[in-house]
């Protein structure tokens, strides 16, 4: 089993004691994603961001309009500020960390079955710190995309282009552009000033 198959059994075992709860369908990817909400209409969709063809983010919008009444919680492994204020702004109902859902998710249900946001204990707390940061450094890390911020993460963690190139499965050179992308949408010069700013404004969760 992947990490999707595993967070899938485990977000099934979660609901299995609550009968209210009813599993209408699963998707492997972002085109399945699609294809169920708009066969099943489901009042409450689990998306993860990291998934196979099509991200999280980048379907949200669609979902919307194919099933308007659906609710979106986002259970993701990331904290990044792109990630959250994206989907926040997309106007999803639920955003929890992968490592909470035992604990949050059916919390999160009940709230967002009644018209109410939720967000995650680690989220809410990362949003808090993330506010006290300049209004244009926020901003400026929201325009991020996906795979930019993809990219970001692995730099601060100290890979290579070419480690990164490896990991995501690209080019060295398309990984060297993604960076000279960041740099200026951060207004920054250099990948040492990269990885400063990621770690002083939050860009990256614990």
């Known amino acids: 089993m992947d990490d999707h198959d595993i967070i899938r059994a485990g977000i099934k075992s979660v609901l299995k004691p609550h009968a209210e709860y009813e599993v209408c369908a699963e998707a492997e990817n972002g085109d399945q994603a699609l294809e169920c909400v708009e066969k099943f209409k ?48 997309q106007g999803v109902s639920g955003y929890l960390n992968k490592d909470n859902v035992a604990e949050e998710l059916i919390l999160a249900l009940r709230r967002v079955a009644t018209g109410k946001v939720y967000l995650g204990e680690a989220i809410s707390e990362y949003l808090a710190d993330l506010v006290k940061e300049p209004k ?7 325009t991020l995309n996906e795979r930019e911020s993809d990219i970001l993460r692995l730099v601060v963690e100290g890979k290579t282009a070419k480690e990164i190139a490896e990991v995501l499965f690209i080019s060295r050179r398309t990984v060297e552009n993604y960076k000279n992308s960041i740099l200026k949408k951060l207004n920054l010069h250099k990948t040492s000033d990269l990885i400063k700013y990621s770690l002083e404004h939050k860009l990256l969760g614990a």
């Open 42 to 89: 489901p009042d409450i969709l689990l998306l993860d961001i990291s998934m196979p063809k099509i991200s999280g983010l980048d379907i949200i919008s669609r979902i919307k309009r194919v099933s308007p009444q659906t609710k979106i919680i986002i259970i993701s492994v990331y904290k990044l500020g792109a990630y959250v204020l994206k989907a926040l702004r």
């Open 136 to 142: 244009d450094k926020i901003e400026a890390a929201a």
